[in-house]
């Protein structure tokens, strides 16, 4: 009797299924849990800072100093609406007609400068880099929904890397360090890539919590394989 051929019959002649596991050493996911708690720190810190810092927190600055092939679109996102829709619409909005004031109507005072309010992307960004840096470092940093964070998080260091890219001759005064292609955001970038696509989290962090709720539990009655003589 050939048992290779019972089993065959067993499985309805269809042959079993090898399937390899690759363990990731411990060691290993120590290293990658560690990684995971600094760049989750890091982002949640200067979300942090931005959202409790003296005064309200903007970005026009920052977008206003970009440079590279890129430059045009983020100052458009620290400029007016206007401007904004032109960079997509490619049309160039006439700016409306101003009449001359009456020779005999007094000035407005100088010392009342008018309320400058902010573009409504303007808006959407400070808050994205002051919650959204909070809430996803904070994400990341606690290994829950590693992924989809990570993943967010890899945009927002892709959008900072594009609006300053080291190998334009151009550099900014808080800039440090001298680089050609790689700088510390597409590091941090691939950083962020490892950790959210090996799945640590699912071994220490607390989506190890919704892997457990995802595993089938074995049902009663279920059918046992026919043992053969």
């Known amino acids: 009797?050939?048992?290779?051929?019972?089993t065959f019959s067993t499985l309805g002649g269809r042959p079993p299924v090898v399937r390899l596991v690759y363990r990731v050493p411990g060691f290993l996911l120590f290293i990658l849990f560690l990684l995971r708690i600094g760049i989750g720190w890091h982002f949640s810190y200067e979300g942090y800072t931005k959202v409790r810092g003296p005064g309200a927190f903007t970005a026009a600055g920052y977008l206003k100093a970009a440079r590279g092939p890129f430059k045009d679109y983020f100052v458009s996102l620290a400029g007016p609406w206007e401007k904004f829709v032109a960079q997509f619409t490619g049309s160039a909005h006439a700016e409306p007609a101003t009449t001359?004031?009456?020779?005999?109507?007094?000035?407005?005072?100088a010392s009342q400068p008018a309320a400058v309010e902010n573009p409504p992307q303007l808006v959407a960004i400070n808050l994205i880099m002051s919650w959204g840096m909070l809430l996803l470092g904070l994400l990341f940093m606690l290994g829950w929904w590693t992924r989809t964070s990570g993943l967010l998080l890899m945009l927002m260091l892709a959008m900072f890397y594009l609006s300053a890219p080291p190998w334009t001759a151009e550099k900014l005064a808080f800039e440090e360090g001298n680089y050609l292609f790689i700088n510390k955001n597409l590091i941090e970038f691939l950083a962020t890539a490892a950790v959210a696509f090996s799945g640590v989290s699912r071994t220490w962090g607390l989506d190890a919590f919704s892997r457990i709720r995802r595993e089938p539990r074995p049902t009663r009655g279920s059918a046992k394989p026919a043992e053969t003589t």
């Open 100 to 109: 001359s004031a009456p020779a005999s109507s007094p000035a407005p005072p």
């Open 1 to 6: 009797m050939n048992p290779m051929s019972d």
